[in-house]
C-alpha cells in the first residue's frame, strides 16, 4: 500500500475527516482499534529453574536488585542419594524436590558402619531403597534478581515467581538472562554501533536507530547490561543466543545481558509513547526481565509521558511504525490484492492524511 | 437460545480475532442478518455496537423492525447489546501433554497420537535423555497432563527401564499435583506403587499405541476426553457439522485453519465417519516455527522472500495475526493457510482415504482476508480425491458458536433453519484421476439455465467455469479413456452447483506435483491463483 494510493483513495472522506478536527475517541469505530497496555502495574516476573538448582529463598521474602535467588547447576548429574528412611534423624519424612545437603549424616550411630558419604542434589525419586537425586556438576552460576520484589512463589526443579515492585514495559519477546543496569537513550539512525564506548559499561541501551547482532554482541563485550529495540530480524537473534551460548559455556560466566524487543521481527521506528517514556527514564536504574519481556523501573517523579487523546500508530503494510491521530472510522474498504476490511483515516504528522484497515492500528492505553 | 428470541448474538472468540454475528427472526424464519471480524482482545460489546450500527446503516426498517432503529438511538443499541442473549464459542490453546517414555519410538507414536487429539506435545525417553531431563520436562510450567509410555517388557533391560520411569513420574507426579496422569501400554500394568493425586483420582491407564484397530484409536479417543479444551470452539464446530450433514442429507469434511491448529473431520447423517483430528500442528503458524515450517511456506509462496525474510513475515504473523492482512500481508497468510492444510492432511491418511464427500466445508480465521475464490483454489490444490465435491466457507464464523448450544434438538433446529445462510457457497470441483497426457482427453459440457459452455480436457490442466452462486448447473463428461471420479467411469453426468469460484475442473495429479525449483514453482502458483483472484495486482 503506497502513501500515495491510499492518500488518493481517502480524499474524499479525508477533506471532511479533517474538517472535524476534534478527536472523537469513544464513538465510531474508535473502539475497535486493538489496546496496547504501555504501562503494566505490579509485574510479576518468573525465574525458570532445573532439577539440581537450590534455591536459596522462600515464599515472602522480601529481595533487592543482586539478591541471589537459586544456584544454578550447568550440569547436574544422576545419583544416588540419602536411604529413604531415618536420612533426617528427624523423623521428618523426605519428598521429592527436597534438598539434600549431603555429607553422609544418614548414619545413625558411631557402632554402625558409615554409609557411603552422598553428594548435595534435589532429591528427584525413590529408587530402591535409596532416593535418586540431581546433584550439582562442576559449575554453578547464580540466579540474581535485577528488581526489587517480594518472591511468591518457589516451586524446586521448576521456578521461582517473584512480584516486582514498580511498573513495566511489557515487550514482544526477550533474550538473554535478567539483569539490570542505568537507562540510556541512543536516538538517531546511527543506531548502536555508533554510539558504543567504554562509559556505556553497566548501562541498558534504549537503541532507537539501526541495530544488528554485531553491535548487540559488541556491546555485551564492552560491558553493556542490556539491549532495548523496537524490531530484531531472525537471523540476527539466532547470532546472538548462538554467541550468548557460547559465552555461557565459558569458565568465568559473563555478567547476566539481555536484549528485549518491543514490536516484532521487523524494523520500524520505536513508538512515540515507549520513547517518551524511555526519555523520563533516561539515566535511571531499570531491570530487563525474560520471562515475561518487560524493562521494570520506578515511575519517573512528576508527570508520566501518556500519548495525546486519538494516538495511533500503524502496525503493519507500508506505512509500519507510522503514527498519527485518529480521524474517523470509514467502514469497509477496498485495499490491495482486492481485500475489503474496516479502515479509518488518520491523520500523519505531516498532515497527510491515509485510509489505514483498523487492524492495522494500535493504540496505547 | 430458545426460539422465542427475536435476536441473538453468535460471537467466536478466536485467539486471533473475534468474530460477531447477528442472527434473528425475518419473516417467521431465523436468519442470519450481518457479521464482522476484529482483532482479538477488544471489547466484544464494542465490536456487537459496531455490526449494529452497521446493520441500521444498511437497512434502517430491518434495524427499526428489531427496535434498534434510528429513533431507538443509543440507547436502544446499549440494551440490545444488554439484553439479547449470546451463543459465545472461545478458542483456547492446545494444552501440552509431556510425554515420558522409555524409548524414543514409544515416545513419538504417543506423540503422534496426542497431536492428533488436540495436544501440543513435548517428552523425552530414558533411552536418550535420561532421568534429569525427563524430570525437568515433566515439570514444565506448560504441561497440562503426563503420558508414561513403555513397550510390554520383554527384557530385564526394560523391565529394570520402566520401574525406573514409573518411580521417576511418581517424583514428578507428588511434586506437582493436580496435573493428569496416563499410564500406556506396558506403564500401564507397573502402576503398582504409584502415588495417587491429592484431589483422589489415581492415574488413567491406557492401552497403547499399538493397540485396537485401527491401530492407536483408543488411545486417541482417551486423550480426547482428557483433553481439558474439550468444551472450545474447535469441538464445537464438529457438532454443528453433525447437525448441518443431517439437515442437507450430506456427506461433510470440514477442514479448519486457526490461529492455534486446525480441524479435519468427515461427517455424514449418522454422525463422525472416523475419529476428527485436532492437530495443533496445522496451526496458522505453529509455536515453533522452525525451517521446516518456513520451508514449507515457501514451497506456497507467490512472494519472492528468502529463508530470513519469510522466517521475520511469519514471527510477525504470529505475534500479531491481525495486522497486514492486505497486498502481500494477504498472500503470505494464504501461503501459511495452505502449508497448514497441508500438514493436516498429511497428519491424516485416514481422512483422505475415505470417499470425496458432497460438500467440503473449509472455516477459521486463517481464511477471513482471502476471496472466495481463492480459498476454493487452496481446497483443490490441497485436499485431492478422486470425484466431485461442492465447497463452501464458514464466512460468518457461525459453526463454532451454534456447537455451543447444549439442547441437541435446538441446534440441529436452528442449524436446519440457518443452513442456507451460514455457508458461503464457493463452487463444486471435479477432479478425475487417471487421465492420460495428450491432446484431448476428452470433452465436458456444462449446461444451465444460462446456457451452455464446452470445454476439452486435458491433463494436468485446471479450468474454470464461471456458474455464480445459486445456479444449478448438469456437467456431462466424456472422457477418451476411463477415468476414477469416485468409480471408474468414460462418461458421467454430475449435478454441480455455483458459487464465488464457479465450476473448477481440475485434472491436475492426485496428490499434486509442483516444480521443485523455486521460480518456476511461484509462476505456477500464480499463474494458477491469479485465475481465482480479481485485482491480485492491483
Redesign the interface.
Given at each position: 500500500m503506497s502513501r500515495h494510493t491510499i492518500a488518493a483513495a481517502a480524499a474524499e472522506d479525508a477533506a471532511r475527516a479533517e474538517a472535524e478536527s476534534e478527536v472523537a475517541p469513544a464513538s465510531d469505530g474508535y473502539g475497535l482499534v486493538p489496546v496496547r497496555t504501555l504501562i503494566e502495574p505490579n509485574p510479576v516476573a518468573w525465574f525458570a529453574l532445573t532439577p539440581g538448582d537450590r534455591i536459596l529463598v522462600a515464599p515472602g521474602d522480601l529481595v533487592s536488585p543482586g539478591t541471589v535467588l537459586a544456584e544454578h547447576q550447568r550440569d547436574p548429574r544422576l545419583e544416588d542419594g540419602p536411604p529413604l528412611r531415618g536420612a533426617t534423624g528427624t523423623g521428618q519424612p523426605l519428598r521429592p524436590g527436597d534438598w539434600w545437603s549431603g555429607d553422609g549424616h544418614e548414619s545413625a550411630g558411631p557402632l554402625r558402619r558409615r554409609q557411603p558419604r552422598t553428594a548435595a542434589g534435589e532429591l528427584l525419586h525413590p529408587a530402591g531403597s535409596r532416593w535418586r537425586m540431581a546433584a550439582g556438576g562442576d559449575h554453578v552460576d547464580v540466579v540474581e534478581t535485577p528488581a526489587q520484589g517480594t518472591v511468591r512463589t518457589v516451586a524446586a526443579g521448576r521456578g521461582i515467581e517473584v512480584e516486582l515492585a514498580g511498573r513495566a514495559l511489557v515487550g514482544a519477546f526477550a533474550a538473554g538472562l535478567p539483569t539490570s543496569g542505568r537507562l540510556q537513550r541512543i536516538a538517531g539512525e546511527a543506531g548502536l554501533r555508533g554510539a558504543l564506548d567504554v562509559g556505556r559499561a553497566g548501562a541498558i541501551l534504549v537503541v532507537e536507530g539501526r541495530i544488528d547482532s554485531e553491535g548487540i554482541i559488541r556491546a555485551r563485550a564492552m560491558g553493556v547490561r542490556g539491549v532495548v529495540v523496537s524490531g530484531l530480524a531472525g537471523k540476527d537473534l539466532r547470532d546472538l543466543l548462538g554467541s550468548e551460548a557460547r559465552q555461557r559455556a565459558s569458565l568465568q560466566s559473563p555478567a547476566p545481558f539481555a536484549v528485549l524487543v518491543l514490536d516484532g521481527a521487523i524494523r520500524r521506528p520505536l513508538a512515540r509513547p515507549m520513547a517518551a517514556l524511555a526519555a523520563a527514564l533516561d539515566g535511571q536504574q531499570v531491570a530487563l526481565l525474560v520471562d515475561p519481556p518487560m524493562l521494570v523501573f520506578d515511575p519517573p517523579e512528576g508527570a508520566w509521558p501518556s500519548p495525546p487523546p486519538g494516538w495511533v500508530r500503524i502496525r503493519g503494510g507500508g506505512l509500519a511504525g507510522v503514527e498519527g491521530r485518529w480521524l474517523r472510522g470509514l467502514g469497509l474498504r477496498r485495499f490491495s490484492a482486492g481485500t475489503h476490511l474496516e479502515a479509518a483515516a488518520v491523520a500523519l504528522e505531516d498532515g497527510e492524511v491515509v485510509v489505514v484497515p483498523i487492524a492495522d492500528l494500535e493504540r496505547f492505553s | 437460545m430458545t426460539s422465542d428470541h427475536r435476536a441473538t448474538f453468535a460471537l467466536d472468540l478466536g485467539a486471533a480475532t473475534t468474530s460477531a454475528a447477528l442472527i434473528a427472526v425475518v419473516d417467521g424464519r431465523r436468519r442470519l442478518l450481518a457479521s464482522?471480524s476484529?482483532?482479538a482482545?477488544?471489547?466484544p460489546d464494542?465490536?456487537l455496537?459496531?455490526l449494529l450500527a452497521?446493520l441500521g446503516?444498511a437497512d434502517p426498517d430491518l434495524a427499526a423492525l428489531l427496535g434498534i432503529g434510528p429513533t431507538g438511538g443509543p440507547i436502544a443499541l446499549a440494551g440490545a447489546i444488554a439484553t439479547w442473549p449470546r451463543l459465545v464459542a472461545r478458542s483456547s490453546p492446545p494444552p501440552e501433554l509431556v510425554v515420558l517414555a522409555t524409548t524414543a519410538r514409544e515416545q513419538h507414536a504417543v506423540a503422534r497420537l496426542a497431536g492428533l487429539a488436540g495436544w501440543r506435545t513435548a517428552g523425552g525417553s530414558l533411552e536418550v535423555d535420561?532421568?534429569?531431563e525427563l524430570?525437568?520436562l515433566g515439570?514444565?510450567?506448560t504441561c497440562a497432563a503426563i503420558a508414561v509410555a513403555a513397550r510390554e517388557p520383554g527384557s530385564r533391560e526394560e523391565t529394570a527401564r520402566l520401574t525406573?520411569l514409573t518411580?521417576?513420574a511418581?517424583?514428578?507426579v507428588?511434586?506437582a499435583p493436580g496435573v493428569p496422569m496416563l499410564l500406556v501400554g506396558g506403564a500401564a500394568r507397573a502402576l503398582g506403587g504409584l502415588p495417587v493425586g491429592e484431589n483422589g483420582e489415581g492415574p488413567l491407564l491406557a492401552p497403547g499405541p499399538d493397540a485396537g484397530d485401527p491401530p492407536g484409536e483408543p488411545l486417541r479417543r482417551l486423550l480426547l476426553r482428557l483433553d481439558p479444551a474439550s468444551k472450545a470452539a474447535r469441538r464445537a464446530m464438529v457438532a454443528t457439522t453433525i447437525d448441518l450433514a443431517i439437515a442437507l442429507d450430506r456427506r461433510i469434511e470440514l477442514v479448519e485453519i486457526g490461529f492455534d491448529g486446525g480441524l479435519r473431520a468427515v461427517v455424514g447423517p449418522g454422525g463422525v465417519e472416523a475419529l476428527p483430528a485436532f492437530l495443533p500442528e496445522a496451526a496458522l503458524v505453529p509455536t515453533d516455527l522452525d525451517e521446516i515450517v518456513i520451508d514449507e511456506v515457501l514451497a506456497w509462496s507467490t512472494l519472492a522472500l528468502d529463508r530470513?525474510r519469510m522466517?521475520?513475515?511469519l514471527?510477525?504473523l504470529r505475534?500479531?495475526p491481525?495486522?497486514?492482512?492486505?497486498?502481500?500481508?494477504?498472500?503470505l497468510r494464504l501461503a501459511a493457510a495452505r502449508a497448514a492444510l497441508e500438514r493436516l492432511v498429511r497428519a491424516t491418511p485416514e481422512l483422505s482415504a475415505l470417499p470425496a464427500p458432497d460438500v467440503i466445508v473449509v472455516a477459521g480465521g486463517a481464511w477471513s482476508?482471502?476471496?472466495g475464490p481463492a480459498i476454493a483454489l487452496a481446497l483443490a490444490d490441497l485436499v485431492r480425491r478422486p470425484g466431485a465435491s461442492q465447497l463452501a466457507f464458514d464466512h460468518a464464523r457461525l459453526l463454532g458458536p451454534l456447537g455451543t448450544i447444549e439442547d441437541a434438538d435446538a441446534r440441529l433446529a436452528l442449524v436446519g433453519e440457518l443452513a442456507d445462510d451460514l455457508l458461503t457457497p464457493l463452487g463444486t470441483v471435479i477432479m478425475p484421476q487417471g487421465m492420460r497426457p495428450g491432446r484431448s482427453a476428452g470433452q465436458l459440457v456444462v449446461r444451465s439455465s444460462a446456457g451452455e459452455t464446452e470445454l476439452e480436457l486435458a491433463a494436468g490442466d485446471l479450468r474454470l467455469v464461471d456458474l455464480p452462486p445459486g445456479q444449478l448447473a448438469m456437467a456431462e463428461l466424456h472422457f477418451r479413456d476411463p477415468v476414477q471420479l469416485g468409480t471408474r467411469v468414460r462418461q458421467v453426468r454430475i449435478e454441480v452447483a455455483g458459487g464465488l469460484g464457479g465450476l473448477l475442473i481440475d485434472t491436475r495429479d492426485i496428490p499434486l506435483r509442483l516444480p521443485e525449483r523455486a521460480e518456476p514453482r511461484r509462476a505456477l502458483l500464480h499463474s494458477w491463483q491469479a485465475a481465482f483472484?480479481?485485482?491480485?495486482d492491483?
Open positions: - | 464482522t476484529m482483532p482482545g477488544i471489547d464494542d465490536l455496537g459496531h452497521r446503516t535420561g532421568a534429569i524430570t525437568r515439570l514444565s510450567r525406573e518411580a521417576l511418581g517424583g514428578i507428588e511434586r530470513h522466517g521475520d513475515r514471527r510477525e505475534l500479531w491481525w495486522v497486514d492482512a492486505h497486498g502481500e500481508g494477504a498472500l482476508a482471502a476471496p483472484w480479481a485485482g491480485l492491483g
